[in-house]
T-cell receptor, first 117, second 112 residues
């Protein structure tokens, strides 16, 4: 079946511009995550959506970053007034609902490679 | 919160040899431990996972072991092949919540 889809796959923009990154999760997955991965580094948690609950925004690095999830499906990560340090790969993942003894694995998209000039 | 340490950060092995990657976690409530493989230009892909009620799980050349008392778990790859070359991430899920903590990654190079 279809996996997690992210678009665009690559984005080059000038410093100071706003960018929107899109994530289409696997159908039926109620949990959705955004991560940032700098070159050769690990996964930095940004934000987590679970169903209709308030999102966990604890990983967003500044107020220039925001994310929405409409209709419990597609999500958009927005970075305003981009800076060069925002250059990274932005990964989206989704999973079935879980918790307690029924944690579910995350399924990742291939990411959006963002380059700020 | 949960803290996951992963070692080594890089690992080179000859084709056919075994590779072992180790992770330790801090939160004794963590109960689910997946491993991911990330190839260049791709997102991480789940390769094997283990739950806290199991001590070992195998899938062909890949196995994972869990020691709850010591709070560590390991990935074992036997008969390594060049296509095993990638970055591997471990992760720990705390009970009752889906926010996962990832290890810092291990870059595995299998030398033909």
């Amino acid at each position: 079946g279809a996996g997690v889809s992210q678009s665009p796959s690559n984005k080059v923009t000038e410093k100071g511009k706003d960018v929107e990154l899109r994530c289409d999760p696997i159908s039926g997955h109620t949990a959705l995550y955004w991560y940032r991965q700098s070159l050769g580094q690990g996964l930095e948690f940004l934000i987590y959506f679970q169903g209709n609950s308030a999102p966990d925004k604890s990983g967003l690095p500044s107020d220039r970053f925001s994310a929405e999830r409409t209709g419990g499906s597609v999500s958009t990560l927005t970075i305003q007034r981009t800076q060069q340090e925002d250059s990274a790969v932005y990964l989206c993942a989704s999973s079935l609902a879980g918790g307690g003894s029924h944690n579910q694995p995350q399924h990742f998209g291939d990411g959006t490679r963002l380059s700020i000039l | 919160g949960e803290n996951v340490e992963q070692h080594p950060s890089t690992l080179s092995v000859q084709e056919g040899d075994s590779a072992v990657i180790k992770c330790t976690y801090s939160d004794s409530a963590s109960n689910y431990f997946p491993w991911y493989k990330q190839e260049l230009g791709k997102g991480p892909q789940l390769i094997i996972d283990i739950r806290s009620n199991v001590g070992e799980k195998k899938d062909q050349r890949i196995a994972v072991t869990l020691n709850k008392t010591a709070k560590h778990f390991s990935l074992h790859i036997t008969e390594t092949q060049p296509e095993d070359s990638a970055v591997y991430f471990c992760a720990a899920y705390p009970g009752g919540y889906q926010k996962v903590t990832f290890g810092t990654g291990t870059k595995l190079q299998v030398i033909p």
